[in-house]
């Protein structure tokens, strides 16, 4: 069955980095774009970021551009996402997301906490 199962999540620093990983397991993960959402506590879940299926394209939430890159390594099934000068407003539980009609698959998703 499809498994997304987020990791790298952790309590940083403002203006430090974290990088997040999604590795992917039972679809053809080199055939689908991907995508990293996040949601904080009492807010509703919101798209960061995508990538296209072979890397070729990116595209990014404007509260995250210019700080966070995506990625992806289809040799070993995982999706990458660098985020880097981490404001306390990036705090949120990170997901990634995977759509193979008709529905969307979420991993657990990986928490994010920015505080001094």
């Known amino acids: 069955q499809v498994q997304l199962v987020e990791s790298g999540g952790g309590l940083v620093q403002p203006g430090g980095s974290l990088r997040l990983s999604c590795a992917a397991a039972?679809?053809?993960?080199?055939?689908?774009?991907m995508s990293w959402y996040r949601q904080a506590p009492g807010k509703e879940r919101e798209w960061v970021a995508g990538i296209t299926s072979t890397g070729g394209s990116t595209g990014y939430a404007d509260s995250v551009k210019g700080r966070f890159t995506i990625s992806r390594d289809n040799a070993k099934n995982t999706m990458y996402l660098q985020m880097n000068r981490l404001k306390s407003e990036d705090t949120a539980v990170y997901y990634c997301?995977?759509?193979?009609?008709?529905?969307?698959?979420w991993g657990q998703g990986t928490q994010v906490t920015v505080s001094s």
């Open positions: 039972g679809f053809s993960f080199s055939s689908y774009p």
């Open positions: 997301k995977v759509f193979l009609a008709p529905r969307d698959y």
